[in-house]
């Protein structure tokens, strides 16, 4: 899969504002294989160091249930470190919903 990584590909879908122990479902069902994140936080601004700000999780449901099992879910989670712009890709192209468990004193997640 190829990306062509130009400004004028990227628009923000998603802002939101988030404290510790916060979890936020992004409202809008993705179908993007490339998305961008960035987790800023205000009170830290030692760049020099990587701060975990957020879990993000991708949702996938696929409608299959065993013995009344909950529905299964296609990923893990990833690491959204705090004041750092981050691409993930992901391999399977479907809609999915994304969800993000902060793990920071406070900040805004944008989505692009």
Request: aromatic residues 12%.
């Amino acid at each position: 899969m190829q990306f062509n990584f130009s400004e004028d590909n990227w628009a923000q879908v998603w802002n939101t504002s988030l404290v510790l122990g916060d979890t936020a479902t992004c409202p809008i069902l993705l179908s993007s294989p490339c998305i961008a994140l960035l987790m800023s936080a205000p009170l830290v601004n030692n760049v020099s160091e990587w701060y975990l700000g957020a879990y993000i999780q991708r949702e996938v449901f696929s409608g299959l249930t065993v013995g009344g099992s909950p529905d299964a879910r296609l990923d893990g989670s990833r690491k959204l470190y705090l004041n750092r712009l981050q691409i993930f890709t992901y391999p399977t192209i479907c809609e999915y919903s994304l969800k993000a468990n902060c793990r920071a004193y406070g900040g805004g997640v944008q989505l692009l």
